[in-house]
């Protein structure tokens, strides 16, 4: 009786499992940069001020967005407690994806220009309320899409050149800044729903590239790993119609 019971309980959870997918049901995801605080474009460069009065130029900007995942809306402690029982696992490989996540790398660079969105792929998750997304940045790989990379950007999370004029005063300074750590972002979303009636979305993240130098020491050797946080930490979603 107990294994009977058990099996009904995996085959109602089934329609759950991660590679599990609702026809019809599409999110789009699209990728843009813009400055909140406003910026001055000439070609691929951006020159704007830092919140410290810093002002900088940035001639070549690239960073690696690994993954997005859609997060569903806290659900409740029965229905946690079945999904204990689920033979699905929940662990992800580099650039694995799934209806509720894509796993392929892309690069983003100033090239393009501010608004102009890139798109990253389409999701096609399972029907629920999603009240969060997480961003996961990391090294580029082999397949990474995108940009072209001339730069060589595989095993690099971000890539930034420029130069500098301190606040205080003083001689222009170049920069150069390099990370390849793995830096995650967790996204507020308004209740996202997909349903039968609402089977389509699509969900646009925008890059604030003024706020990536905010804060910084240049001369510090943590200062790349630092951008990578502002960077991360710039990210919002928002719908698109």
């Given at each position: 009786?107990?294994?009977?019971?058990l099996?009904?309980?995996?085959l109602?959870?089934a329609?759950?499992?991660?590679?599990?997918?609702?026809?019809?049901?599409?999110?789009?995801?699209?990728?843009?940069?813009?400055?909140?605080?406003?910026?001055?474009?000439?070609g691929a460069?951006?020159h704007?001020?830092?919140?410290?009065?810093?002002?900088?130029?940035l001639?070549?900007?690239y960073l690696?967005l690994?993954s997005?995942?859609?997060?569903?809306?806290?659900?409740?402690?029965?229905?946690?407690?079945?999904?204990q029982?689920?033979?699905?696992?929940?662990?992800?490989?580099?650039s694995e994806s799934?209806?509720?996540?894509?796993?392929t790398?892309h690069?983003?660079?100033?090239?393009?220009?501010?608004?102009?969105?890139l798109a990253l792929?389409?999701?096609?998750?399972?029907?629920?309320?999603?009240?969060?997304?997480?961003?996961?940045?990391?090294?580029?790989?082999?397949?990474?899409?995108?940009?072209?990379?001339?730069?060589?950007?595989v095993?690099k999370?971000?890539?930034?050149?420029?130069?500098?004029?301190?606040?205080?005063?003083g001689?222009?300074?170049?920069?150069?800044l390099?990370?390849s750590?793995?830096?995650?972002?967790?996204?507020?979303l308004?209740a996202?729903?997909?349903?039968?009636?609402?089977?389509?979305?699509?969900?646009?993240?925008?890059?604030?590239?003024?706020?990536?130098?905010?804060g910084?020491?240049?001369?510090s050797?943590?200062a790349?790993?630092?951008?990578?946080r502002n960077?991360?930490?710039?990210a919002?979603?928002?719908p698109?119609?």
């Amino acid at each position: 009786m107990k294994v009977a019971m058990l099996l009904l309980l995996l085959l109602l959870l089934a329609p759950t499992g991660c590679g599990w997918r609702e026809e019809g049901l599409r999110l789009r995801l699209s990728l843009a940069h813009q400055a909140v605080r406003g910026a001055q474009i000439e070609g691929a460069s951006r020159h704007f001020t830092t919140h410290a009065g810093d002002r900088v130029t940035l001639s070549r900007a690239y960073l690696t967005l690994s993954s997005v995942e859609l997060i569903p809306c806290q659900a409740s402690s029965s229905w946690r407690w079945l999904r204990q029982l689920s033979p699905v696992g929940t662990a992800h490989a580099h650039s694995e994806s799934s209806p509720r996540r894509l796993g392929t790398p892309h690069v983003s660079s100033l090239a393009r220009s501010d608004g102009e969105a890139l798109a990253l792929g389409t999701l096609y998750p399972p029907p629920a309320a999603y009240c969060r997304a997480r961003l996961v940045f990391g090294p580029a790989d082999a397949d990474a899409e995108g940009e072209p990379l001339p730069v060589g950007m595989v095993g690099k999370t971000l890539l930034l050149e420029g130069s500098f004029s301190p606040a205080t005063g003083g001689a222009v300074q170049p920069f150069t800044l390099e990370s390849s750590a793995v830096i995650n972002a967790e996204l507020p979303l308004d209740a996202l729903r997909l349903s039968e009636e609402f089977p389509e979305s699509h969900l646009l993240i925008t890059l604030a590239y003024d706020r990536w130098l905010d804060g910084l020491s240049f001369q510090s050797p943590d200062a790349a790993t630092q951008a990578l946080r502002n960077a991360a930490a710039s990210a919002t979603m928002a719908p698109l119609p």
